[in-house]
Structures are given as C-alpha cells and as structure tokens.
C-alpha cells in the first residue's frame, strides 16, 4: 500500500508500530468507505425486498385496458401482497420503457410496428415471446341492418358505410385503411382517438367501425354490439409479451406470462359472427428475439 501510494503510513519500531499523519487520514477514508459499503448493501436488500413485492407492466391501450385486467384476475391470490403498476403507450414508448428498466414486462401488438425505431435500433437487448392472436372484425350496433344480416358483406359495401375510424398512426387504423385500399369510400368518416369511444359511437348509431375481438367480448355477449361476417380474410393481430435481455424476468413478471399464454385473448362472446376467413386465435410458447 506505501509503494502504491507512495506513502510513508506506519512508523516501525522494535516496540511496534503506529500510524503516521498520513496514515491515520487513510484509516478515516477507509472507516467512511467501509460503511457507505455496508449502507449500500443494506440499501440494495431493503430495494430488493421492495423490487420483489412490486410489478411494473405496459401495454398497449387495447392490451391494457382489455386483456392486463384479465390476466391479472386469472393470478389470483399470488398478486395479493404485490403492488402492481400498469402504463400504457404506442409500441416505440413501450420498448423505451423496456429498454430503460421501467417497467419489468410490456404487452405490445403486431399491428403497430410501423415507425418503431426504438425496437429496430435495439433488437439484440429485447426478448420477445408470442401470447395469442387478437382477431380483427366489423362491429356495429344493434340499430344497424347489418346486425342480423346472415350473409358476408363485401368490402364494396364496407367502403361505402359510414365508417368510425381510429386516428391515423394507429394500427387499427393502418388495416382499416389497407383492407378498403382498393375501394373508395363513399360514406362519412369519423376519426376518434381510442377504442372506448368507438365503441360508443357505433352503439348508438348507424355506423361501422373494425375493432379487435378482445375489445368488444363484454359488449357482444350482452347484445349492445355485432360483429359482422366479412368476405375478405380477417386477420389476428399478434400480441407479444416482451422484456430487457439483461434484467429477465422477475418472479411476479413471468408468472403472469405464462397467465397470458394459457389464457391468450378472450373469445368472442356467443352471438359472434359466422367464422368466414381469418385465423383463430392461437397460443404459442416460443422466445425469440424481436426482428
């Protein structure tokens, strides 16, 4: 320590040894370093005691206000002592709040990638794993024709209702706007800013809008919405459990994954539409890294 220093820190003697100026200062520096160590362990157990009791999770608005609600029902009493913290955002917010340690766990959907530089920029430091499919379907009220109609309706004749639609930049939005790409719509367009309000607007009216299935499972079951048969493939809309490579999963965190995958997306209630193209919704198990 003297020749790395470059110190003279104790005085030898035959009848022993004593510190020097020098040294006693060093010896207070290392008193003061040796506790800040030890609040800093004693800080760390009592965070991660804290860290323990608590889940941080993001989604989606649809996935948070729909599905998060579920899920965490179906954990029962293993949340009871847990503090548990949902924040919801677009999917580029929802992989910074990853990225940064915000949040332990983010449900995102497959239909918003477009401008996500985040996720693209940072792949390598993003686990992703499937949960379900979210299918895509045409709702209406129960004023509307189309809601005892028994046969598909066309695209045509999607394109040329009177059409509630999500903001654009949303991807409820980006499919609507894909699947009528080829038709010119010729009835009103509406634009609102969630799924909520969509839903009133069709309920009370003689509207239409494309909602994902899980949104609307309380509303179809009890007769206030419809889905209606299209003749064009409706797709499920992939939602995707993802977390920090680095910090894994906490216990509390990957419980509730394997919640969501054995409890996927909520049916649709038993007034549904007739199945005519589309994919049913499926659980898958794989871990992957986000592309």
Same mark, same amino acid.
């Given at each position: 320590m003297e020749r790395r220093l470059g110190l003279r820190l104790l005085e030898r003697s035959p009848a022993g040894s004593t510190l020097t100026t020098e040294g006693e200062v060093l010896a207070r520096y290392a008193r003061n370093v040796i506790r800040a160590a030890? &609040?800093? +362990? &004693?800080?760390?157990?009592r965070m991660g005691s804290t860290e323990a009791r608590r889940l941080r999770i993001a989604g989606s608005p649809a996935i948070s206000e729909h599905l998060i609600p579920d899920w965490l029902n179906h954990a029962g009493s293993t949340t009871d002592d847990v503090l548990v913290e949902v924040r919801t955002g677009n999917l580029e917010t929802l992989h910074r709040l990853v990225l940064e340690s915000r949040v332990d766990l983010a449900f995102v959907d497959g239909w918003c990638g477009t401008g996500d530089r985040t996720g693209a920029a940072h792949h390598d430091e993003l686990v992703t794993r499937d949960i379900c499919d979210d299918r895509l379907a045409v709702v209406v009220g129960p004023r509307h024709p189309w809601a005892d109609r028994r046969t598909p309706v066309t695209v045509a004749e999607l394109a040329g209702a009177p059409l509630v639609l999500r903001e654009r930049g949303s991807g409820l939005r980006a499919f609507t706007d894909e699947l009528l790409a080829s038709h010119r719509p010729a009835g009103g367009q509406v634009e609102l800013p969630s799924s909520s309000a969509l839903k009133l607007a069709v309920a009370t009216s003689r509207r239409v809008t494309v909602l994902n299935v899980s949104t609307v499972r309380? &509303?179809?079951?009890?007769?206030?919405?419809? +889905?209606v048969a299209v003749d064009h493939e409706m797709p499920g809309r992939p939602i995707r459990a993802t977390w920090n490579r680095q910090r894994g999963l906490t216990g509390h965190a990957e419980a509730l994954v394997e919640i969501a995958a054995a409890k996927g997306s909520p049916p649709p209630g038993p007034h549904d539409a007739p199945e005519t193209g589309g994919t049913p919704g499926r659980d898958h198990a794989g871990h992957r890294a986000i592309a």
């Open positions: 030890d &609040e800093l +362990l &004693e800080f760390g157990s309380t &509303e179809i079951a009890d007769g206030r919405l419809h +889905l």
